[in-house]
């Protein structure tokens, strides 16, 4: 009996002893540095949408091509489509 508690306790050190140098190993280790996520990249602006009136389509503000029709700015996707406008402005005076 005696030697099964020699046994255990032997053992018991053993493990200690082990978890002792793993935790020194891992300390004094030169871990290799790590690299540095890269920061997000800062959210897109959100601009205001626009819908051209000759085809419907939505445009965002910036990418707009505007016209002054009967005293209003209007806006328009492209140039064909501000055309239009002109041209049926003009057929109707």
């Known amino acids: 009996m005696r030697a099964l508690v020699f046994l255990v306790q032997l053992l018991f050190w053993l493990m200690v002893i082990r978890?002792?140098?793993?935790?020194?190993?891992?300390?004094?280790?030169a871990t290799p540095a790590r690299p540095r996520a890269a920061s997000p990249a800062p959210a897109p602006q959100i601009e205001d949408l626009v819908q051209d009136p000759v085809c419907r389509?939505?445009?965002?503000?910036?990418?707009?091509?505007s016209a002054?029709?009967?005293?209003?700015?209007?806006?328009?996707?492209?140039?064909a489509?501000?055309?239009?406008?002109?041209?049926?402005?003009?057929?109707a005076s």
């Open 19 to 29: 978890f002792l140098l793993r935790g020194f190993a891992r300390m004094f280790a």
């Open 68 to 79: 002054r029709i009967a005293g209003r700015d209007e806006h328009f996707c492209s140039t």
């Open 81 to 91: 489509c501000r055309d239009k406008a002109l041209a049926a402005v003009a057929r």
């Open 57 to 65: 389509t939505y445009v965002p503000r910036s990418r707009v091509v």
